[in-house]
T-cell receptor, first 116, second 110 residues
């Protein structure tokens, strides 16, 4: 299957700082990328959908000014958590679909964010 | 009511047993259904997908969808300790993000 990578795999930051998480499709062109958040013992919750070259679409309740998403190329999407607070501590996972993959979403390994 | 309901478990069975994992959904417009497996602190990996009622088999795994009762199941035959993980059902796909169930934590006892 197609491979999606995320960087970093874990990050610890101080409250009030911003953190950028990268999501890359390594062997296919990702026309659409998705960002999910998963709290401990909870399911994955879709945060936003991004298509290359256009603005992301955010799910209800997700602050677009806090979670900045950039999908600048067909292989890279970034999620920036601005002015992070302890309640933003979570597991952030991206997924991607591309030409020929249709409905199958390939998931990255996730990024664990801890805000002190 | 959540769109996809799933019992979080944990579900503990002995090695070699047949495992039955289930989900219900509320929106009849759902077309595609998937089962993902997630190990601790890892991203989910797709096990199976289906878009029609009936059974789909892949090795030790069988996915079953009953659209009349809005019920989806995953059966694992000859369960192994390596099958211990969280199993997530999901609906959606294509240009839409996935809606996941809460996930069932499965433990296979050696």
């Amino acid at each position: 299957g197609a491979v999606v990578s995320q960087h970093p795999s874990w990050v610890i930051c101080k409250s009030g700082t911003s953190v950028k998480i990268e999501c890359r499709s390594l062997d296919f062109q990702a026309t659409t990328m998705f960002w999910y958040r998963q709290f401990p013992k909870q399911s994955l919750m879709l945060m936003a959908t991004s298509n290359e070259g256009s603005k992301a679409t955010y799910e209800q309740g997700v602050e677009k000014d806090k979670f900045l998403i950039n999908h600048a190329s067909l292989t890279l999407s970034t999620l920036t958590v601005t002015s992070a607070h302890p309640e933003d501590s979570s597991f952030y996972i991206c997924s991607a679909t591309g030409t020929g993959t249709f409905f199958e979403q390939f998931f990255g390994p996730g990024t664990r964010l801890t805000v002190l | 009511q959540k769109e996809v309901e799933q019992d979080p478990g944990p579900l503990s069975v002995p090695e070699g047993a047949i495992v039955s994992l289930n989900c219900t959904y509320s929106n009849s417009a759902f077309q595609y259904f998937m089962w993902y497996r997630q190990y601790s602190r890892k991203g989910p990996e797709l096990l199976m997908y289906t878009y029609s009622s009936g059974n789909k088999e892949d090795g030790r795994f069988t996915a079953q969808v009953d659209k009349s009762s809005k019920y989806i199941s995953l059966f694992i035959r000859d369960s192994q300790p390596s099958d211990s993980a969280t199993y997530l059902c999901a609906r959606g796909g294509g240009a839409d993000g996935l809606t996941f169930g809460k996930g069932t934590h499965l433990i296979i006892q050696p």
